[in-house]
């Protein structure tokens, strides 16, 4: 027995010696796409480390974000105080926000951000209010309190579009999903060209523009390149070209076709009432002379100067309701009645700029609905302001107008290669 288990013992004494000379004596063919902890070989390449995620100029990698909007009737120490916030520190940083962000302008529905450390009770490090698309406000509370506005990174994409008429020029962007903005400037443009209230259906426009985006979203038209609209068998260019004095916008043979004053009192709208010599009053009840014409908006869009002038009147009347009058370089006065209020610092004496809000859309005085009515005076009589008849601004100087037509041609061949076709789909459509 004793002989027998010697025997084995000896045999798998054996074996362990052969298999470990076997593994000494011939190594396995290692796989090299295998690696070894312990193995460093000299040409080991370097793996860069991930670049940590950003948001707002902070490495959230480790914290905690939560994205909300803010609610109705909500303030900044309401939305601090659910995150445990004291009141000196609210306080602080409505201090620190003075002369940078007035905090009782936080809008309901504009999205806002809470940044919180991962620790038990969510330590807040700082809130991060956006009250527009291009703009955000940063409250920080951790280590100092401070704020700061900051402004987001913008890209530009160049992009065409065309359509068709088949209701008004609003309703046929509207419909092709481009921007009130993209409106409101293409109006502006041809304004004096083309009244945009008397449209026929099948009249088209295309235009090529530059888009502004934030984070691949569209936020504003930085610019319209150049712009065709076929009104009544008519054709009308416009094309942005600087001649040294800043950019403007031109015919395809050099003449302006900005003119001294705005057409419009309020970007492009409605008008629900023109210039009449007899007009059944809806307030008074009565048939009377009508001497401005009504653009009708929503109350609070802003009113603007039509052009650079000092301010006359600006005040309260029970007939006109919140107005204000311009005079204007030259013979020309512009009214502006119904305001719901008149601007901050509008008052007789004022110098204002074209474009300048001067007061807001409203129904004040003797007025239903809410709407501007804008009254003209020319060499002191009143006249139709849709009728009236500017000088356009310089027009191509002779040292520029090679440059200029070089330009022209490359913008013209643009919009002529601007493809209907979609365009004429969408109007077929809204013609059945």
């Not at 070989?41 to 100029?57: C, I, R």
């Not at 940044?115 to 807040?124: G, K, M, R, V």
């Not at 610019?223 to 916008?249: E, L, P, R, S």
Request: charged content about 25%.
């Amino acid at each position: 027995m004793k002989k027998k288990q010697i025997a084995i013992g000896t045999a798998i004494l054996i074996i362990t010696v052969l298999i470990y000379a076997a593994r000494y004596l011939f190594p396995l063919e290692v796989d090299p796409a295998v690696s070894f902890k312990n193995e460093t070989p000299a040409d080991t390449l370097s793996v860069p480390l991930a670049e940590p995620e950003m948001l707002y100029g902070f490495e959230i990698d480790s914290l905690i974000v939560i994205e909300d909007k803010v609610r109705r009737n909500q303030t900044l120490s309401t939305i601090l105080a659910k995150y445990n916030v004291d009141h000196e520190t609210i306080y602080g940083l409505s201090e620190a926000s003075k002369g940078i962000f007035d905090v009782r302008k936080m809008l309901p529905n504009r999205k806002i951000t809470f940044i919180l450390n991962p620790d038990s009770i969510q330590t807040l490090r700082a809130v991060v209010y956006e009250p527009s698309d291009l703009e955000y406000v940063i409250f920080n509370l951790i280590d100092s309190l401070h704020v700061e506005k900051k402004s987001k990174e913008t890209k530009r994409f160049q992009r065409v579009a065309a359509g068709i008429i088949h209701s008004s020029l609003a309703v046929t962007m509207d419909d092709l999903n481009l921007s009130p903005q993209l409106t409101n400037d293409f109006a502006d443009i041809f304004a004096w060209q083309i009244d945009f209230f008397h449209l026929y259906p099948g009249d088209k426009f295309n235009v090529f523009f530059e888009e502004e985006t934030v984070d691949g979203h569209p936020v504003g038209i930085a610019t319209i390149k150049g712009a065709y609209f076929k009104h009544a068998g008519n054709d009308f260019y416009a094309i942005y070209y600087d001649q040294g004095n800043g950019f403007d916008f031109f015919d395809e043979e050099g003449n302006s076709l900005r003119k001294e004053l705005l057409r419009y009192p309020v970007k492009f709208s409605r008008i629900s009432s023109r210039y009449s010599g007899s007009r059944y009053h809806p307030v008074q009840k009565r048939w009377k002379a009508h001497r401005g014409t009504d653009f009708v908006a929503p109350q609070g869009t802003p009113i603007r100067s039509v052009g650079d002038g000092i301010i006359q009147v600006a005040q309260y009347h029970q007939f006109n309701g919140n107005y204000v009058k311009v005079k204007h370089n030259g013979n020309y006065i512009t009214g502006y009645l119904h305001m719901v209020k008149i601007a901050s610092g509008i008052r007789p004496g004022t110098q204002v700029k074209q474009g300048q809000v001067i007061g807001y859309v409203g129904k004040t005085g003797l007025a239903n609905g809410n709407h501007v009515c804008f009254r003209f005076w020319k060499n002191g009589v009143q006249i139709d302001a849709m009728k009236v008849q500017l000088p356009p601004s310089e027009p191509i100087k002779k040292e520029n107008l090679i440059d200029f037509n070089a330009y022209r041609d490359i913008i013209l061949s643009t919009l002529d290669a601007i493809s209907f076709v979609d365009a004429e789909l969408l109007f077929a459509r809204k013609e059945q």
